[in-house]
Structure formats: C-alpha cells, structure tokens
C-alpha cells in the first residue's frame, strides 16, 4: 500500500471514530452537572447542603434554658443563620439574624459590633459530626457573641441537629450504610447491644448512637449493612409538624394522617406513612373493649388522645 492510500485509510478510521463518539455520546445524553464533579467536588457538595435544618443546644432536661440555630439555603454559597432561645423575662435569652459564606466547610457570618469593627462568627461541624459549633474566629472577639443574649449567654457553643423526615434522623440519612455510619460518628459515642423483637427468632445488633456524655440519641438497626429502622430514643428529634418520642396519640392524629392501627403482644403500633414511622402506645393505655372482633380492628375511640408513645421508629430497608 502507497503512502497515498495509507493516507486516506487513516483519514476514513478517524471520520468513522468521530461518528461513533458522536452518536455514542448522543444516547448516552449529556452529563448531569453533578457528574462532571470529581468525586471529591460531589461529596463537598453534599457535605454543604447537610448543613441546612434546625439545631438547638442539648440538656437531658425538658425545662432547661435552651438556644436554637436555624440554616437556610439562600443561594450558591450564601446561608441564612437565624438564633433564638427559651424566654428569660418573658423575652426570647437570645436573638440574632445574619447571612454567612460557606467555604472550605466553614459558615462565615460578620456580626456588626463596635465601631468599624464586624467580627467573624463561625460555625462548622462539631467534632462528632451530630451537629455545629458556633465560635469567633478571633479569641477576643468571643464578647461580641453574648451582646446579642441576656443574662451573660452567648451565641457560642454547641447545637445538635434535631430533624427528624422520612429519610433522616439528625445528619443521618436512609443512604448512609452501616459502615457510613461507624465512619461518620466517633466511636466512643456508639454502643454495639443485641436487641431482640417478640418471638425467639428475633435477635439483632443495635447500634445506640450517644452523645458526648454518654446520653442515647437514637438506635439503629442494621440488615445487611443497610439501615433497616430507626428508634427514636430521645424526645429532643422532632418532626417538621413537632412530632416527637413522648407525643400523644392525640398529637400525632392532628399532624398526621394514621394509615393503619396494628395490635402487637404489648402494643398497637401507629403507622404514619408519609414519613415512614411507626408509634407504639401500650395496651394498658387503651380504653376497656379496645379490640372489634368482628372487623378483626382497633377501635380508634378506645384510644385516648392523651395516651403517650413509648417508642417512636423510622423505616428505611423495607
């Protein structure tokens, strides 16, 4: 073969190359804004929008002075902070309002304080991953974090997540594998216990998800390495409607449409399918003549509305 033809063969193979790309790409469709992100980029991206919700400062206590921070998206790397607290003299202990830029996975927010002078506030994730830390990024800038509360309180300080939705439970989500889950929280905050359901047969491994101090949060259960429910085991989660462990009967029957009532051996479980969950409230609770044996059924009436949940789950594997 003459070079004059070798030519023209490799002028055809690169015509053909570039049809099959063309129409290879074509089916395929263009990529997602996402997919051109490094895997890196994607899960920063992920990391940022985790940090939008409800967070308020944790006590053991219901009655205890509280402090709350809310974050919302505004746009590209912009967030709005919103603080307030329990009332100290009929009047919210603290409040303040602001906008912060993400980067680097820090929320910066400049606070208006002394003359020309606007501190920076930042707000990360705390060490555990459950929630944020709110600080100044000087050291003696910290005063101007307590001019905006009374009674010597700061802005600054640790806030737990507290959203509770179908697919989450603070910054845990029904994607997380068991394994996500071990790597995202610290160690010394889960406690690995074998739970048991109603018949013999029924033997699982927990996973109690604690805070620093050792108080549990919530429990979940895995089945094959995907989370398969939730418990709920502390009254502080609560749902975008208020929904909580220690909620009524009646509480739930306002917020949430109760697709099914179903008797255990000690129970009747609630069933809330718009968010996944399951509420369970002792029989001793229930009214005498609770059971309609002819309609195999609860009768809703026997179920006092003041009657509480003693357990509140999350459903995710099923």
């Not at 220690?246 to 009747?268: F, H, K, L, Q, V």
Request: aromatic share 12%; charged share 25%.
């Amino acid at each position: 073969m003459n070079a004059h033809k070798r030519l023209w063969l490799a002028i055809l193979i690169l015509l053909l190359a570039l049809v099959f790309s063309f129409f290879y790409k074509k089916e395929r469709g263009a990529p997602t804004k996402d997919q051109t992100k490094t895997p890196l980029e994607q899960a920063s991206t992920k990391e940022n929008s985790s940090l939008v919700g409800n967070y308020r400062t944790f006590s053991e206590d219901p009655e205890a002075y509280w402090q709350s921070l809310s974050i919302s998206h505004l746009n590209g790397n912009q967030y709005k902070v919103d603080f307030s607290a329990s009332l100290v003299k009929n009047r919210p202990g603290c409040s303040f309002e602001g906008v912060g830029t993400l980067e680097d996975g820090i929320l910066a927010v400049k606070i208006p304080w002394k003359e020309n002078t606007k501190p920076i506030m930042e707000i990360k994730k705390t060490d555990d991953r459950l929630g944020l830390d709110v600080f100044t990024k000087k050291f003696e800038n910290r005063f101007a974090l307590m001019i905006y509360c009374s009674g010597g309180a700061s802005l600054a300080g640790e806030y737990l997540k507290t959203d509770i939705t179908q697919n989450s439970i603070s910054t845990i989500t029904n994607k997380m594998t068991l394994k996500d889950i071990l790597a995202h929280i610290p160690q010394g905050q889960i406690l690995k216990i074998k739970g048991s359901g109603e018949f013999a047969e029924d033997v699982y491994d927990d996973y109690t998800v604690m805070t620093k101090n050792g108080t549990p949060l919530f429990i979940p259960t895995p089945q094959e390495n995907r989370i398969n429910r939730v418990r709920i085991a502390n009254p502080f989660f609560k749902t975008e409607k208020g929904i909580h462990k220690n909620s009524s009967y009646g509480d739930i029957e306002r917020a949430y449409t109760i697709n099914r009532i179903e008797p255990t051996r000690e129970y009747i479980a609630l069933f809330v399918d718009e968010i996944g969950a399951q509420f369970n409230i002792p029989k001793k609770s229930l009214k005498k003549n609770w059971w309609d044996e002819t309609a195999k059924r609860v009768y809703p009436e026997a179920i006092p509305k003041a009657a509480t949940t003693s357990d509140f789950l999350l459903w995710w594997n099923e």
